[in-house]
């Protein structure tokens, strides 16, 4: 049977934050073999910031309904200050310290960073799931997408690139795994959607790589890995593209070659366990996801408020 809508729900939840354990882990075992190996030694794959401000925006989101920037921010805030050690950036840190400091807006304190241009990294995309499920029937998903992100990254490619990321996992929701992907009308309404020329060129440039075949280790040296959202999220999204049948597949794509792995996980896994669902994500991996009970919870939440 193909996964209904809370299955999805879960398999995108699930899926990013295991991507992004798993992709932690690459940093330590960047072989395959060695990587597997160690999954299934761990009692416990543990997650990064990326889930936990995932998880923030969930619980903001599941209690509003909508996007509100405060909430949103003080979820995020709250988040560190609990559990401080996950790994957070610098850019949210700086963030949060004007809001307490100066008494400005989140959004507004993210504009002052890098010389009041804001940050272009991929905080904004990483973390975007909910909002992906929960929106990815609405017609204004790209501005609640952009908004989310604008909390921490406030530059329009890294709004942007949260925003394509969050249509992408939205498209998945609606897409039946037991047909033919439709690889070419998926991607033309990424670059339709797109609105800056930073993410639109690296859309066009997967678009290329996947008519060459292009392997993985080539396609990111070609769209990046790096901590800058339009030289991550291309790379995941195309580590989905490539293998859309196989979670597996994909996440070994997106993090087994170079740059910023946990992060490449988690954008990657989120798309392909939405398109999956649950039922195809490993479950002897799933199951030993840090946290999993509350985080599919979360899901499960999402999918029946969605549904009333």
């Not at 995932?54 to 949103?72: F, M, P, V």
């Not at 979820?75 to 700086?94: D, K, S």
């Not at 990657?268 to 985080?295: F, Q, V």
């Amino acid at each position: 049977m193909k996964p209904g809508l809370k299955e999805k729900f879960l398999g995108g939840m699930i899926g990013s934050a295991l991507g992004d354990a798993v992709g932690e882990m690459a940093f330590r075992y960047p072989e395959r073999k060695l990587l597997g190996a160690q999954i299934g030694r761990l009692k416990e794959l543990s997650y990064t910031d990326d889930t936990a401000m995932a998880i923030g925006l969930a619980e903001s989101i599941t209690k509003l309904e909508k996007i509100d920037q405060k909430d949103l921010g003080d979820t995020f805030r709250r988040h560190y200050r609990r559990e401080p050690g996950r790994g957070y950036a610098q850019g949210p840190l700086a963030v949060f310290s004007l809001v307490e400091r100066l008494g400005i807006s989140y959004t507004e304190a993210a504009r002052r960073l890098f010389g009041g241009f804001g940050s272009y990294g991929n905080g904004g995309a990483m973390r975007i799931v909910p909002v992906g499920l929960f929106f990815h029937d609405h017609p204004q998903i790209y501005e609640y997408a952009s908004a989310s992100a604008e909390v921490t990254h406030a530059h329009p490619v890294g709004m942007d690139g949260a925003a394509v990321q969050a249509l992408a996992i939205a498209r998945a929701v609606g897409l039946d795994p037991d047909k033919p992907f439709p690889t070419s009308q998926f991607l033309q309404e990424l670059v339709e959607a797109s609105r800056s020329l930073e993410i639109l060129e690296k859309l066009v440039l997967i678009q290329r790589l996947l008519i060459k075949e292009t392997p993985p280790d080539e396609a990111a040296n070609q769209l990046g890995s790096t901590v800058t959202v339009h030289e991550s999220m291309p790379f995941a999204l195309y580590s989905f593209l490539r293998y859309p049948k196989s979670f597996e597949e994909c996440l070994f794509s997106a993090v087994l070659h170079g740059g910023d792995r946990d992060t490449l996980g988690a954008m990657a896994c989120a798309i392909s366990g939405t398109y999956l669902g649950i039922d195809a994500i490993p479950p002897h991996w799933s199951g030993k996801l840090e946290n999993r009970a509350y985080i599919a919870n979360l899901a499960a939440t999402l999918a029946e408020t969605k549904l009333r």
